[in-house]
């Protein structure tokens, strides 16, 4: 049924009062004006996650063709009591837990570095950008050219300073460490960027009051340039955390997950059970529960922040 | 507290830019001295020098007869009140206070009394707990002169410090910061651009335009002699009004052109009129008065055609801006008037008023007397 507000306010009983009427046609046209938004939503968010939250309870196995039946929350079961996924938890809280406050301490390192240069500014901070403007694959097909034991470059050279390195991405001790380090190596300058901004933001005369203030260098870091920052560091490492659940693509393409599963996060470890095992209902479970671990760990680290902005306040006066 | 010299000041950014061009000034201890100037005359540029954030291109610069060009700020021991922006936002204004205490590594007791004393002083005792960000304009200077009083500093540097402040505090802070200086005794630069600021506030000035010193003395005589044409018209409540003649003429060469406007020149300004027959006489505004058609003009007096632009009521005064061809000047009447716009006039100023510059140096040949009004509302901040 159309409403306008005109033949609303027509059709309400005289005993009504016409402001009453008034309002009810107003909120019916509201919900009309927002539906088209509220279907999309529904379509395109709210569907597909039902949907998940469905198969995680269900058998679900795509090239079985068995029926699918509601086996409740044995599909989360089995995941938490199986070994492969306390692994693939930490392999993902180690790019977590070391690989963001790596890329936090080293972009804010290049933040001061840039902010500190004269000439040419600019410059410099598009050239740090590249890594993070490249595409996964890219930046994944390049460093396993790069890292290759055999033909590589970096393996060339150091067996040229009479080196034996190890195989990098092929080798059980190091592949982990690799990908870390090519994480790190593609997302310091997101950081990097940020924190830049935040630097850019502290005004001129606060750095040449401090000078005057008497203020060392290392001082001026610690009681004024750090505190200042500290909104934009809690942004760069929320946005990173978040991120580091989802890293796939250089795994994917330098380790495969392996060898064996020693470079598996949570990620890789449900495209596997989706798409090469078909278990469907079981990567809905372990999607879920990466959702869970990801909201529960974004907001200790706001809760955090937020008690580490109180304490410093406390602490000072 | 310390004497300071600046010796053949000199300051260069890149090749192009020659900011300040060699300043030779003196400050006695305990003296508040002013530099004056418009944007880009160099006075901040020469206090930046001083306070050690800025290198000396060529020069030298001595605290009771040292050197310190080659020292830090903190090495320097100044103190400096910025124009804004400088207080450390995340810190509450007792923090900002006790920052530079802190850094030396002050007792805390003694630093907690250090601060009380200096907020006392400034009346922000009871609001130096809240955090800078949250401080109004007026509070916020209030605590950056509160830092740099707190430690005795040899020398207090002060970039416009009010001048982002609303008319009303400026006027109050202009006391309050006069009377501060003179408690402490402490010799103190302020760089403006606010006449009145400098007139009100200090004890000398130096005048600046383009790198260089026009003048220094008292307010008292740069206003009533001033060096050149520029001071006379920058220095002042208003601007003096100026009036550039040529082709001086007729019997006793006493009529003249001033944008094509022929004008009767008293008797004295001959005198000052260069070899071709220029002429540059000035007034201040509170000196010229107008005369409608028909009305008679006092007899030796300088008479100038022109009409009124606009004509504005300040209280019991009249500010009247008025075109003399393409040239405007301001009248400042005692009494109320009524005047039409573009209504046509003759602007006289008696001769014992005129200055009279030369027309190609600008350098001042003769000084008028009088015509600067009481101090107009505005500017007083009432």
């Given at each position: 049924m159309v409403a306008s507000p005109d033949n609303a306010m027509l059709a309400g009983?005289?005993?009504?009062?016409p402001a009453d009427a008034a309002r009810r046609a107003e909120r019916r046209s509201t919900w009309l004006l927002l539906a088209p938004a509220i279907a999309f939503l529904v379509v395109m968010a709210v569907w597909p996650f039902a949907y998940l939250l469905y198969a995680s309870f269900t058998s679900y196995q795509?090239?079985?063709p068995i029926p699918i039946e509601f086996v409740g929350i044995d599909n989360f079961t089995r995941l938490l009591q199986g070994e492969r996924f306390w692994s693939s938890l930490g392999i993902t809280a180690i790019f977590a837990l070391v690989a963001v406050p790596l890329q936090i301490a080293v972009g804010l390192g290049l933040a001061l570095l840039i902010n500190s240069v004269a000439r040419a500014r600019e410059f410099y901070a598009s050239l740090f950008l590249i890594p993070m403007m490249l595409a996964p694959i890219v930046v994944g097909f390049a460093w396993n050219l790069f890292l290759n034991?055999?033909?590589g470059p970096l393996n060339s050279a150091l067996r040229g300073m009479e080196l034996s390195p190890p195989a990098w991405a092929q080798s059980p001790d190091w592949a982990l460490p690799t990908i870390v380090l090519v994480d790190i190596w593609q997302w310091t300058p997101l950081v990097m960027v940020i924190l830049l901004a935040g630097l850019r933001a502290i005004p001129a005369t606060v750095f040449e009051a401090a000078r005057v203030d008497g203020s060392t260098p290392r001082q001026t870091f610690r009681n004024i340039v750090l505190p200042m920052l500290a909104p934009y560091i809690v942004v760069a490492f929320v946005l990173r955390f978040i991120d580091s659940f989802k890293v796939f693509d250089v795994i994917y393409i330098l380790t495969r997950g392996g060898p064996?599963?020693?470079?598996?996060n949570l990620a890789y470890y449900t495209y596997d059970l989706g798409?090469?095992?078909?278990e469907f209902g079981a990567a809905g479970a372990l999607s879920i529960i990466q959702l869970v671990v990801l909201i529960v760990g974004t907001s200790l680290i706001l809760a955090a922040a937020r008690r580490g902005a109180g304490g410093m306040e406390g602490r000072r006066s | 507290m310390a004497k300071v010299e600046l010796r053949n000041l000199q300051k260069r950014y890149?090749?192009?830019?020659?900011?300040?061009?060699d300043v030779n000034l003196e400050i006695a201890d305990g003296e508040f001295f002013g530099l004056l100037?418009?944007?880009?005359?160099g006075k901040t540029s020469v206090l930046r020098m001083l306070a050690g954030l800025e290198a000396v291109s060529e020069g030298d610069i001595l605290f009771d007869g040292a050197s310190?060009?080659?020292?830090s700020p903190q090495e320097r021991n100044i103190a400096m009140v910025f124009?804004?922006?400088?207080?450390?936002?995340?810190?509450?204004g007792r923090q900002n206070i006790a920052y530079p205490l802190k850094v030396r590594g002050t007792p805390k007791d003694e630093m907690k009394r250090l601060v009380d004393d200096v907020a006392e002083m400034l009346n922000i005792a009871h609001l130096i707990d809240r955090k800078a960000a949250q401080m109004s304009g007026g509070q916020q200077q209030r605590v950056a002169i509160a830092r740099a009083l707190v430690r005795r500093p040899n020398l207090l540097c002060l970039d416009?410090?009010?001048?982002?402040?609303?008319t009303l505090l400026r006027a109050r802070l202009r006391g309050e910061l006069k009377r501060l200086q003179r408690a402490l005794g402490m010799t103190s630069v302020i760089v403006t651009h606010d006449p009145v600021e400098a007139m009100t506030m200090t004890d000398r000035l130096a005048v600046m335009r383009d790198g260089r010193l026009q003048q220094v003395g008292t307010p008292d005589e740069i206003h009533d002699r001033p060096a050149n044409a520029f001071v006379a018209q920058f220095f002042g409540v208003h601007s003096m009004n100026l009036f550039p003649f040529e082709g001086l003429s007729g019997p006793d060469g006493r009529v003249a052109r001033c944008q094509g406007q022929e004008a009767l020149l008293p008797e004295?300004?001959?005198?000052?009129?260069?070899?071709?027959?220029r002429l540059l006489l000035g007034c201040r505004p509170g000196a010229l008065r107008l005369r409608r058609a028909g009305e008679a003009a006092p007899e030796g007096a300088l008479r100038l055609p022109g009409k009124v632009y606009v004509a504005e009521q300040i209280g019991d005064e009249m500010l009247v801006t008025l075109q003399v061809g393409e040239l405007s000047a301001t009248a400042l009447l005692p009494e109320r008037q009524a005047f039409g716009i573009d209504e046509p006039v003759t602007l006289t100023v008696d001769a014992a008023a005129l200055y009279a510059f030369?027309?190609?140096?600008?350098?001042?040949l003769h000084f008028g007397t009088g015509g600067e009004p009481g101090v107009p509302l505005h500017a007083a901040g009432l």
């Open positions: 009983s005289p005993r009504r009062r795509l090239a079985v034991p055999i033909y064996g599963t020693s470079t598996q798409f090469n095992r078909f | 890149g090749d192009t830019v020659h900011a300040v061009r100037g418009p944007s880009g005359s310190v060009v080659a020292r124009e804004q922006n400088a207080l450390y936002p995340h810190m509450t416009e410090p009010i001048a982002h402040l609303d004295m300004a001959q005198r000052f009129a260069s070899a071709d027959g030369d027309p190609g140096s600008e350098a001042t």
